[in-house]
C-alpha cells in the first residue's frame, strides 16, 4: 500500500501528464508511474532548487530533475528579476553551454525564453569554455549571462550557473533576490517562449578571435615562448569544451608542438573514456599522462568539460609525471606572474591576490615576499570575483 510520500508524489506527477507538457516527458513519467515508485519518488518529492549558484542535478523528468521545465521555470526568474533590477534599460544577456548531454538544448531554451522576454539575447552557436562566456558578459555590456554545465560533475547530471554584469556568478544580494523570483513561477504557462526569435544573436568564430586575442594580450613573456616553442605540450579536453579554444589559444601564444590525445578530443557528453571528467585526478589525465610518456612530452595539461578547471602533469628528474594539485598550480602560478611583474616595474602598490580560505598559505607568504596584499575569502570563483 502506498505510503503518504507516495501518495503525494503521484498526485503531483499527475500534474506532468498534461499537454502542457511535451510527449516524451509525458511518457516518461508515466512509466515511472506504472513501473518505477523509487525513482518516482526521487523525481518529485521535491522541486529542484534554485540555488545561490543556480541549478545542478540529474537529468530526467520531474520537479527533482534537470529538464527542459526546470531550466525554463529559472530563466523565466531570473528574466523577472532582471525586468525588476534595470527597469527601463534595454536588457542584454548571454548564453553558453558544455558538451553534456541535453546541454545544447537546455542553452537554447534559456535563449529562447530570454529573447521571449524582450531580451538582446547572444547565444553561442556551439559549446564554449565558460570562461568565455564571462568574456563575453562583460565585452558586450550584458547585465546577465548563463553558462549550462554541471562541471566536473558524472555525465548523469547537467546544470544551470547564473552570472551578473561583471561576468562572475550571482552574488548576494541577488543571488537570494533571483531564488525568490524562480520560486514565483508555479506554472508552465507563466515561461514565456517562442515570442521573439529575433532578438536572438548568434556569437561565432569571429567573437572567439576576438577573445583570443584578447588572453594574448596577458602574455608577459612572449621572447620565452619564442625560445621555447617547440616544447612537447599534450593536452586534453577530456570530451569537452576546451576542445575549441585550448589548442587555438596555445597556438596563438607561439606555441608550436602540441599534442591533443585523439580519442578525448571528441565532443562526448558520455564522456566515454573516464570514470570521472575532474582533471584534477590522476585516474582522469592516465591516458594523457600514457601519450606524454610515449611522446617525451614536457607538460600536461587537461580540462574539465566546461574547461574552467585545469589539471596539470609535470616530469621529475627521474622522468616521471608528477600531477600538480591545485595548491602547487596557483603557487608556481602566482610566484611567476608576481616575479614578472616586478621585473618588468609593473608592481606599483595596485596588485592584489585573492584565495580562498581553503586554499594553501604559501599563497600569502608569496604575496608577503613581494609586498602584495593577500585576501582569504569563501570557497568559489564568485566570492573572488566579489573582492
Known amino acids: 500500500m502506498a505510503n503518504e510520500l507516495e501518495l503525494k508524489v503521484l498526485e503531483k506527477a499527475k500534474g506532468w501528464l498534461g499537454e502542457q507538457y511535451d510527449e516524451q516527458t509525458r511518457q516518461q513519467v508515466k512509466y515511472l508511474m506504472d513501473n518505477d515508485m523509487k525513482e518516482l519518488v526521487e523525481s518529485f518529492y521535491k522541486d529542484l532548487e534554485f540555488g545561490t549558484g543556480g541549478l545542478r542535478g540529474i537529468m530526467g523528468a520531474g520537479t527533482n530533475r534537470m529538464n527542459a521545465y526546470t ?3 529559472a530563466t523565466q526568474g531570473l ?3 532582471l525586468k525588476k533590477n534595470f527597469a527601463g534599460e534595454p536588457i542584454r544577456v548571454a548564453v553558453a553551454h558544455d558538451s553534456r548531454n541535453n546541454s545544447r538544448k537546455f542553452a537554447e531554451r534559456v535563449a529562447d525564453i530570454f529573447a521571449s522576454n524582450g531580451f538582446t539575447t547572444y547565444l553561442f ?14 565585452e558586450l555590456k550584458c547585465h546577465s549571462g548563463v553558462v549550462i554545465t554541471a562541471s566536473h560533475n558524472p555525465k ?8 551578473w554584469t561583471d561576468g562572475a556568478q550571482v552574488t548576494a544580494p541577488h543571488d537570494r533576490n533571483i531564488i525568490e523570483e ?14 521573439h526569435p529575433e532578438n536572438i544573436v548568434v556569437l561565432g568564430e569571429d567573437f572567439d578571435e576576438k577573445y583570443l586575442d584578447r588572453i594574448h594580450e596577458l602574455s608577459l613573456s612572449p621572447e620565452s615562448v ?4 617547440d616544447m612537447k605540450i599534450v593536452y586534453t579536453p577530456l570530451h569537452g569544451a576546451g576542445v575549441r579554444l585550448v589548442p587555438a589559444s596555445l597556438r596563438r601564444f607561439g606555441f608550436t608542438n602540441v599534442t591533443l590525445v585523439p580519442e578525448q578530443s571528441v565532443v562526448d557528453g558520455n564522456f566515454p573514456t573516464v570514470e570521472s571528467p575532474n582533471p584534477e585526478e590522476r585516474k582522469t589525465m592516465s591516458k594523457a599522462i600514457e601519450l606524454a610518456a610515449r611522446e617525451g612530452a614536457d607538460l600536461v595539461l587537461a580540462t574539465d568539460p566546461d574547461s574552467d578547471r585545469i589539471g596539470v602533469a609535470l616530469r621529475n628528474k627521474q622522468g616521471e609525471y608528477v600531477l600538480l594539485n591545485g595548491n602547487q598550480t596557483l603557487v608556481l602560478l602566482m610566484s611567476y606572474q608576481l616575479t614578472r611583474w616586478a621585473e618588468l616595474g609593473l608592481l606599483d602598490g595596485r596588485q592584489y591576490v585573492v584565495k580562498t580560505i581553503v586554499t594553501s598559505q604559501m599563497a600569502n607568504a608569496v604575496a608577503d615576499r613581494f609586498g602584495v596584499k593577500c585576501y582569504d575569502c569563501l570557497t568559489g570563483f564568485k566570492y573572488i570575483a566579489k573582492i
Do not use: C, Q, W
Not at 548523469?156 to 552570472?163: D, F, T, V
Not at 524562480?182 to 515570442?195: F, Q
Not at 619564442?226 to 616553442?229: D, T
Open 156 to 163: 548523469e547530471y547537467n546544470g544551470y550557473k547564473a552570472y
Open 125 to 138: 552557436d556551439a559549446l564554449r569554455p565558460t570562461p568565455e562566456l564571462s568574456f563575453a558578459i562583460r
Open 79 to 81: 528574466a523577472e528579476y
Open 71 to 73: 531550466v525554463g521555470a
Open 182 to 195: 524562480v520560486g514565483r513561477i508555479t506554472d508552465v504557462g507563466m515561461i514565456r517562449t517562442g515570442l
Open 226 to 229: 619564442k625560445r621555447r616553442h
